[in-house]
């Protein structure tokens, strides 16, 4: 009886240190082990602020411009309540009515994208000569985008870095006014066409300051390390994309 005791007494023990192992393997996460952080799954722990607490107060900081949405003196388009003509206990008549309180709607007018047509005319003289208008130069297809269109195309796609076809999934969606990526691609290469004087003046001012900041990180381009370096002042920042890092980047830029 006392080596029954003795065995069963053992193997509790090999079980509960067993049980005690895996439930340390259990809390195991990327905080408190190597494992990455994709291994956490949905039992990611919460985030821990390094700030203390008191250190700075919450909310926009001292000095901060604000955006508090405010009244404008001179509203779009206003739209009146009026009261009732007669007086529910008299049935009187109310007479003139005045405001008494005005209260204001930021909003957003129909952004469905508006189509211009342009038209030629033409006249021909006693003489017999034929005589024409001429479209204006930056009209040059039957049917095309206009520069307002491909600037919002551009802008969402460069500066708020949605992909191409989000991008024209977007324009879809806020102008009805959907678009290819091959339309975007093209809008990009004309925006860069035409901000290349402003880019080489913004090179060669950065070349003459005394003192400028530089960076760089790495991004894929057709799946191949490519760098994209950053040189920066107080007002001016130039942007380059290069297939090397350091100084030598900077040279044959």
Known sequence: MGTLVLELWAMEQTLTAQINELQARLNLNSRNSSKPPSSDGLNKPQPKSLRKAGQRPVGGQKGHKGHTLCQVAEPNVVVTHAPPEHCDVCHGSLGQASVVEARQVHD?????????????LQA?????????????????AAVQYGPRAKAAAVHLNQYQMLPLKRTGEVMGDLFDMPMSEATILSANAEAAQVLA???????????????????????????SLHWLHALVTEKLTWLGRHEKRGMTAFVEH
Do not use: M, S, W, Y
Not at 108 to 116: A, E, I, K, S
């Open 108 to 120: 957003l007018p129909d952004l469905r994208h508006q189509v211009t047509e342009h038209r030629v």
């Open 197 to 223: 004087p402003t880019v080489t003046a913004i090179a060669q001012e950065l070349v003459n300051q005394p003192i400028v900041h530089a960076d760089e990180t790495g991004l894929r381009v057709n799946k």
């Open 124 to 140: 021909i003289c006693n003489c017999g000569k034929t005589h024409r208008g001429a479209f204006p130069a930056d009209v040059t």
